[in-house]
């Protein structure tokens, strides 16, 4: 037979990339990769979580160079992987067929590193020769591989611990999952198109003019409404901007942020509008222009954050220890005691969010933009 069933470039069901690019057959064939040690990974939301998950592969293709990692995620996730060489494939949770195939498919090795009940339900099913993170016991329950698994475990279980807490994200599923921290970046890599994409948006709107683009991402998870800083802080924010001829303003946002971003675009000559309709990888080749990137702890800083931007990041009841700064990050929060309370609704007048001011924004930018003069 010619076909080699065991590479990891062979889809199953069509030919491989490089028989279509190429017309390679695989008894002539330089591409030739075999399957060795399988990775499954299992994170299934949110977006921006998935997404500075992968910071997770640098450490894994570190320990074990030529394996084979599987990623199963839901169909929202899936942009987060495109021209990611480190996913060899990746499986959805709205397959029809997933219980089959992880069934059917053996395993090396199950990382795991959520506490969620759904997706532990998932790992304890699976075949795997071992498994690191968190299981589903016979009584329903998220249950922790092994002690390493405790500390995050009772961190979302206990609001004084999860406040408590000094440890980055990456830091905590590094040490669930056994693996040394290195601080591995996370993972966004824009392709030829995308970069096309990214550049014609310069040249149109002619960003070379500016010696400081500022991007600021008015928009915030649909669940955390108080990630969102407040409107008329983002006005006066861009209005002292305005007074600099050598800076402009990039906006972003969902469809959610449609009209304010109009509005804010309306008044201010010096604010140029990304659109509230891009997908996921032009949001990404889009914020690829900024020098700088306001946003609230969102899956906006996590790509700014991927894409090696400088950023502010406003936080109010989430935790900016939770955040690894990569050097990148200036993180701004209220002197209130409540703040990383992680609720969805409060009746504090004024709240965190409010207490942030456009100055406390602007003096970080104008540190943000010292440091990008001396780079430069």
């Known amino acids: 037979m010619i076909l080699k069933i065991d590479c990891r470039h062979f889809p199953g069901d069509r030919p491989c990339i490089y028989n279509k690019r190429e017309g390679i057959m695989c008894d002539n064939c330089n591409y030739y990769s075999p399957v060795g040690f399988k990775v499954l990974i299992i994170k299934l939301e949110a977006i921006g979580d998935v997404l500075r998950t992968t910071s997770i592969l640098n450490a894994i293709k570190k320990k074990y160079p030529e394996s084979h990692i599987t990623w199963l995620t839901k169909q929202a996730s899936k942009e987060i992987f495109s021209n990611n060489p480190f996913v060899d494939n990746l499986l959805f949770i709205e397959e029809p067929d997933l219980n089959s195939r992880l069934s059917t498919e053996v395993f090396d090795l199950l990382l795991h590193p959520d506490s969620s009940p759904t997706s532990a339900g998932i790992a304890s099913a699976v075949i795997a020769k071992e498994k690191r993170g968190y299981l589903l016991n016979n009584l329903g329950k998220v249950v922790p591989v092994d002690s390493r698994g405790i500390e995050w475990l009772e961190m979302g279980a206990f609001d004084k611990l999860k406040k408590a807490n000094k440890k980055t994200y990456q830091q905590i599923i590094h040490e669930i999952l056994g693996f040394e921290y290195e601080k591995g970046e996370i993972i966004i890599n824009l392709d030829k198109n995308e970069i096309e994409h990214r550049d014609k948006f310069y040249n149109s709107e002619h960003l070379d003019n500016y010696k400081y683009v500022i991007g600021i991402n008015t928009g915030a998870s649909h669940r ?37 971003n109009l509005i804010l675009k309306t008044k201010f000559p010096n604010v140029i509008d990304t659109g509230c309709n891009n997908s996921l990888r032009e949001f990404f080749a889009l914020a690829d222009l900024s020098d700088i990137m306001i946003t609230g702890d969102t899956m906006a800083l996590h790509a700014a954050t991927a894409l090696k931007k400088k950023v502010i990041c406003l936080f109010g009841p989430t935790s900016s220890n939770e955040i690894e700064d990569y050097g990148r990050i200036r993180k701004i929060f209220p002197n209130m005691d409540c703040i990383i309370c992680y609720k969805q609704d409060c009746d504090f007048v004024p709240n965190c969010m409010d207490l942030i001011s456009a100055e406390m924004i602007h003096r970080k930018i104008l540190d943000a933009m010292e440091e990008i003069a001396k780079e430069r």
């Open 224 to 260: 955390w409404r108080y990630k969102q800083w407040r409107y008329d802080g983002y006005e006066e924010l861009i209005s002292n901007l305005s007074k600099r001829n050598d800076t402009c303003v990039l906006l972003y946002g969902g469809s959610e942020e449609e009209e304010a």
